[in-house]
């Protein structure tokens, strides 16, 4: 190694090492101080377990630290300190703030005793009538006397030398007890003007704290409870700790997301285990969960605050669509199964949901800047604010990138590339969007509030169609709306989604017929839901659910346009007949159009999960559950001819099936989820396994007779057909997974996943079984963080996918009318990403290094770009 390599990395450990006091999760780190605090509150330690619930506050503010050390000096009969941090807490207005302030007044009464009686206020007058003599010799007994009342407001000097003389002993006295009567009730005046002095201002925070937010649990609950324990609201619609959901959970927070270095969503999923993360251009990727992935992944939901971002024309998330960032990102819950008992249709494998940072919740202006290589930049700029019961978040962002790798050469001769749009500028763009979004609060009153967003997108982006088809460009805007309104446990949400796009090829073969399309989508959903809780048998909470969607498309690859409604209503129940077993039931039925034979038919999601509690801090669930996806605008009506490559005039045809049956999936789930707050660790085990069954694919193509083959729409001659089927086999799919966060020492933050999975089919074997080759049989990750209170800020993670081999249908290259299934192997990648940040001004200005895809290029699809790694500049000023 050389000198100065060894003097650089030297250099780079003794500024680690020098750093101070470091922070690793947030969470876990606050929450590890928080336990250890209480637990020297209970032992009798006050001040020690009082300095940890503050070293828990200032890592990661949470109101429930403050009520809890304003309890631990009420229980200790420390009366000032109590409400000195009763206040601090009612800075929030928490929830449960009207008991507390009633609390708080009793309190502050009690520092208040009652005024001195007329005759004590005229005995105490006396001294003043004495003679200066007596008056003076009094004092000397006095002053012995006041000093043991503890008050310094009043101190007497001391009487002149002999002057006790003149006076009797039990003169003397008298005048002793009158004066100390008269100091106590200066004493008493005093400390009442500085009571109502601090009851007229409330008192300054020792900690910065966010004024105005909600806190759900009462004050009692908030004794007991651990503030910072994980709370999701995916799993069940209504918030509760992640130890109580039925489903494997994974929970991405805006901390992860901003250490991280992560450029884009799609890169965040890896940190899921059990996630098949397919990247096959800059903007284009598919996301699956215990296998199953393909080109156009269509089998996980993502939601955006709870609004559909499921493209139901083709089945597919178009993740360069979105109109937020990722800075105002608050966490990302993630449901490792099947989510469609509560979210209907294409909820299949897994559900994303995106929750973003509440209007009014963060600063007043962040701008957020990006530029590296491949041509890559980014900018965004954030707002939050409000007054009184309305509150804001708007932003506006930008970003482009280059692709990572062409499909085919410049100079190929049987290909030409199809001149990029004006808003691509250049062939070589792979991804560019212009974005603005604006979210809103406004509380009607205590039970009510409204919620309401927009938000558009200019974009241009990539998509790999299925079949023989390759590379898409996308060039469009995708526009959306949504208002929610909540009334007590009354909630009605109704959100809008629209695209309009032109897509075509990025490649076409010379001398065949273009085809380019433009596409027009609308969604309106509607819903109305009920939650509440009971008693019957125990603890009940119920939800209670309808739904209405129409769709509509316009889009000449299904011949023309078409529209489709759809219903559904579910109910949920959770029961809990003791501290330490709860029963969960759910039920939702959903109408489709299509569904039976090509007519309106009904698909049902049941589910059951059972919890089982031991000890604390301890969880073990078992369930069974089904799902289903719905067969797609594509699936069901598709009428296209796709020319043959090199064969002027021939085509291969296309068509959709109204008669599809929807894919359907049982699945049984065994986990355990487990935490030591005070080692700072939490982890999760799941094993599960999946019956899949009626998957859609499309058909072999099938040679037409000769008497049929001239198509007069294309003009052109049919060699074949192919149609979109359901499979006749059944596949199914074993595995487990793992995953494990701790902060063991304060500087350093770990997180480790694994899933391993094996697919089976009860016919097809080898190549045949196309989901079982093409799913990896094991996935690790891994990350690693240190933080200092200096501002210096190191992160990195690797994921490693196995081996794959991919089943893909492609005209023969010897004779391009034959349409071939080839088999393409794929070795095991690893990606790995790091981040080096430093907070240069707290608070207000950040630097960071980031690198992206830093192992060895890859491809992770067949047909997909060469995956080269990326460094990036990054620069956070907030002003």
């Keep these: 190694m050389k000198p100065s390599q060894v003097v650089k990395r030297a250099g780079l450990v003794a500024l680690i090492l020098g750093s101070t006091q470091a922070l690793a999760d947030e969470r876990l780190e606050a929450r590890r101080h928080f336990r250890n605090g209480m637990a ?50 009612l800075t929030y207005n928490p929830a449960d703030s009207e008991p507390v302030r009633v609390t708080l007044a009793q309190l502050e009464k009690s520092l208040q005793p009652a005024a001195p009686a007329p005759g004590e206020l005229a005995a105490a007058a006396v001294p003043q009538l004495q003679q200066p003599q007596q008056a ?21 000097p001391p009487p002149p030398a002999g002057m006790t003389a003149l006076m009797s002993e039990e003169r003397a006295k008298q005048l002793a007890s009158l004066l100390e009567r008269l100091e106590k009730a200066v004493d008493r005046a005093e400390a009442t003007q500085q009571a109502q002095a601090q009851a007229q201002e409330p008192a300054a925070p020792l900690f910065p704290v966010v004024t105005g937010a909600e806190v ?29 959901s039925p ?117 007043r202006g962040q701008f957020n800047l990006a530029a590296g290589a491949g041509n890559t930049a980014k900018g965004s700029f954030v707002s939050f604010g409000g007054d009184g019961a309305m509150r804001y978040r708007a932003s506006v962002g930008y970003g482009q990138a280059n692709k990572w790798s062409r499909d085919y050469a410049s100079d190929r001769p049987d290909m030409e590339e199809v001149a990029p749009s ?89 001398g065949t017929r273009s085809l380019a399309t433009r596409l027009n989508a609308n969604v309106v959903n509607t819903e109305l839901v009920y939650s509440d809780g009971f008693q019957l048998v125990g603890e009940h909470q119920a939800t209670v659910g309808v739904e209405g969607r129409l769709k509509r498309v316009d889009w000449d690859y299904v011949g ?35 569904l039976d034979n090509g007519k309106r038919g009904l698909a049902h999601s049941p589910r059951v999960s059972a919890l089982i509690f031991p000890f604390e801090g301890q969880a073990f669930r078992v369930s069974l559950a089904t799902a289903f996806r719905e067969p797609t605008f594509l699936e069901s009506y598709t009428a296209l001819r796709v020319p043959a490559p090199g064969v002027n005039g021939a085509s291969v045809q296309t068509v959709g099936n109204p008669a599809l049956r929807p894919e359907r999936l049982t699945a049984y789930e065994f986990g355990y989820r487990g935490e030591a707050p005070t080692l700072g660790m939490e982890w999760d085990v799941a094993l599960y396994q999946n ?136 070795p095991s990648y690893t990606v790995i990403n790091a981040r080096v940040g430093y907070e240069a001004i707290k608070d207000r200005l950040t630097v960071a290094l980031v690198g992206t895809q830093l192992g060895n290029d890859h491809f992770e699809h067949p047909f997909g770009n060469r995956i080269e790694r990326r460094v990036l500049g990054l620069l956070t000023v907030t002003p």
């Design 247 to 363: 489903n494997a959970m994974t929970v991405i927070t805006a901390e992860d997301i901003r250490l991280s270095g992560a450029t884009n969503l799609v890169e965040l999923m890896r940190r899921v285990p059990g996630a098949d993360v397919m990247a096959l251009g800059v903007g284009s990727a598919n996301v699956s969960f215990r296998g199953f992935n393909q080109r156009i992944a269509n089998k996980v939901l993502v939601l955006v605050d709870g609004r559909s971002e499921y493209q139901d024309f083709m089945g597919t998330i178009l993740w360069d669509g979105f109109t937020i960032g990722l800075e105002e990102i608050e966490r990302i819950e993630v449901i490792r199964g099947p989510g469609s008992a509560l979210y209907g249709a294409n909820a299949m494998l897994g559900v994303v949901n995106i929750i973003t940072k509440a209007p009014g919740s963060g600063p």
């Design 422 to 510: 004006s808003w691509a500028r250049d062939a070589d763009m792979g991804s560019r969007t212009a974005r603005a979004n604006v979210s809103s609060r406004i509380a009607l009153n205590k039970q009510s509030a409204v919620d309401l967003s927009a938000g558009v997108n200019r974009f241009y982006s990539e998509v790999y169609p299925l079949g023989t088809l390759r590379n898409y460009n996308l060039d469009g805007y995708s526009i959306n709306g949504k208002a929610d309104l909540s009334v007590g446990p009354v909630k009605l949400k109704t959100f809008w989604n629209h695209l309009e796009t032109d897509a075509g090829p990025e490649y076409e073969a010379i």
């Design 216 to 244: 759900a649990l009462s004050g009692e609950e908030a004794a007991s409870a651990v503030p910072y324990e994980e709370q999701v609201v995916t799993a069940s619609r209504r918030a509760q700790s992640s130890l109580e």
């Design 560 to 594: 023309g346009k078409h529209q489709e409604n759809h219903f559904a209503a579910f109910l949920q129940d959770e029961w809990q007949l003791s501290k330490t077993f709860r029963l969960v039931g759910s039920y939702r039925v959903d109408s489709h159009p299509l």
């Design 691 to 826: 019956t899949v069954k009626d998957l859609i694919v499309l058909s072999a193509v099938e040679r037409l007779p000769a008497g049929d083959s001239y198509d007069p729409v294309s003009q052109s001659f049919l060699i074949g057909r192919s149609a979109f089927t359901n499979e006749d086999d059944t596949y199914v799919a074993r595995g487990g997974e793992v995953s494990l966060s701790a902060a063991p020492l304060d500087g350093l933050g770990v997180k480790l996943g694994t899933g391993i999975q094996k697919i089976s089919s009860d016919f097809q074997r080898g190549d045949a079984c196309v989901p079982c080759r093409q799913a990896p049989g094991l996935k690790l990750f891994g990350a690693l963080t240190y933080r200092t209170r200096r501002g210096l800020e190191l992160g990195t993670d690797a994921t490693y996918t196995s081996s794959t081999r991919w089943i893909e249908r492609e005209p023969s290259a010897a004779d391009p009318t034959q349409i071939n299934l080839n088999a393409n192997a794929l």
């Design 40 to 89: 020297l509150v209970a032992q009798g330690q006050l001040d020690s377990g009082v300095a940890e619930l503050q070293e828990a506050y200032a890592i990661k503010p949470h109101p429930n630290v403050l009520y809890n050390i304003a309890r631990a000096y009420h229980d200790a009969g420390r009366i000032p300190e109590a409400v000195d941090w009763y206040k601090r807490y």
């Design 136 to 156: 003076a010799a009094s004092a000397a007994a006095g002053s012995a006397a006041g000093s043991t009342t503890g008050s310094a407001s009043l101190k007497m």
